[in-house]
């Protein structure tokens, strides 16, 4: 049971947009940043990005986070074959004390 | 180039106790909050604890609490996750990371990611 609620699956043909919501609460996305991972099949999950909408040097720019209230979005413009992972939110939790990631959505390129 | 290494993963009994160590390199170990992350192949993430970069802020979630103990090393660079009491619901791939401040409490950012080692709890 996953303290933030993201869609299992999200899907797009190349170069389309897609957009990926986590919903959470007032204890963690509402009050805290939502960071965004990445993560490709077989692999570790990387960082993608931070403090809602910040992106780590390598990110390309067609990712982009936002948020507002207790919601955020990923989205992924000019979609790529080589975006086909899963992509996980995360925020901390100030009722749990404890760092909570989303149910993670699994992007398919069509 | 930053490198986390876990180590310690294996085949253990329900009620038995491992030992998880990660050792590190290519940042300045002391400068960061560590943490464990866990995976069970083909499912989700779930944060098992963090650890400031003094050790003066630790946490566990609620799944572990009382039965793991994460410490750290500054001296040598490593991190470690003592698991005692495992459960067979403790199977997963464990993963060593780097936050990218040095403070974990509510602004947690994982930077880094080690590749993994597996535990498997089962009788």
Same mark, same amino acid.
């Given at each position: 049971?996953?303290?933030?609620?993201?869609?299992?699956?999200?899907?797009?043909?190349?170069?389309?947009?897609?957009?990926?919501? +986590?919903?959470?609460?007032?204890?963690?996305?509402?009050?805290? =940043?939502?960071?965004?991972?990445?993560?490709?099949?077989?692999?570790?999950? &990387?960082?993608? =990005?931070?403090?809602?909408?910040?992106?780590?040097?390598?990110?390309? $720019?067609?990712?982009?986070?936002? &948020?507002?209230?207790?919601?955020?979005?990923?989205?992924?413009?000019?979609?790529?074959? #080589? $975006? #086909?992972?899963?992509?996980? +939110?995360?925020?901390? $939790? $100030?009722?749990?004390?404890?760092?909570?990631?989303?149910?993670?959505? &699994?992007?398919?390129?069509? | 180039?930053?490198q986390l290494v876990e180590s @310690?993963?294996? /085949?253990?009994?329900?009620?038995?106790?491992?030992? /998880?160590s990660c050792t590190t390199s290519?940042?300045? *170990?002391?400068?960061?909050?560590?943490?464990?992350?866990?995976?069970?192949? @083909?499912?989700?993430?779930?944060? !098992?604890?963090?650890?400031?970069?003094?050790?003066?802020?630790?946490?566990?979630?609620?799944?572990?609490?009382?039965? *793991?103990?994460?410490?750290?090393?500054?001296?040598r660079s490593s991190l470690?996750?003592?698991?005692?009491?495992?459960?067979?619901?403790?199977?997963? /791939?464990?993963?060593c990371?780097?936050?990218?401040?040095?403070? *974990? !409490?509510?602004? %947690? %950012?994982?930077?880094?990611? @080690?590749?993994?080692?597996?535990?498997? !709890?089962?009788?």
């Amino acid at each position: 049971q996953s303290v933030l609620t993201q869609p299992p699956s999200a899907s797009g043909t190349p170069g389309q947009r897609v957009t990926i919501s +986590c919903s959470g609460s007032s204890s963690n996305i509402g009050s805290n =940043i939502v960071t965004w991972y990445q993560q490709l099949p077989g692999t570790a999950p &990387k960082l993608l =990005i931070y403090g809602n909408n910040q992106r780590p040097s390598g990110v390309p $720019d067609r990712f982009s986070g936002s &948020k507002s209230g207790t919601s955020a979005s990923l989205a992924i413009s000019g979609l790529q074959s #080589e $975006d #086909e992972a899963d992509y996980f +939110c995360a925020a901390w $939790d $100030d009722s749990l004390s404890g760092y909570g990631f989303g149910s993670g959505t &699994k992007v398919t390129v069509l | 180039e930053v490198q986390l290494v876990e180590s @310690g993963g294996g /085949l253990v009994q329900p009620g038995r106790s491992l030992r /998880l160590s990660c050792t590190t390199s290519g940042f300045t *170990f002391d400068d960061h909050a560590m943490h464990w992350v866990r995976q069970v192949p @083909g499912r989700g993430l779930e944060w !098992v604890s963090g650890i400031n970069w003094n050790s003066g802020s630790i946490a566990y979630a609620d799944s572990v609490k009382g039965r *793991f103990t994460i410490s750290r090393d500054n001296a040598r660079s490593s991190l470690s996750l003592q698991m005692n009491s495992l459960r067979t619901e403790d199977t997963a /791939l464990y993963y060593c990371a780097k936050d990218k401040y040095g403070e *974990f !409490v509510v602004v %947690t %950012t994982i930077a880094h990611w @080690g590749q993994g080692a597996l535990v498997t !709890v089962s009788s």
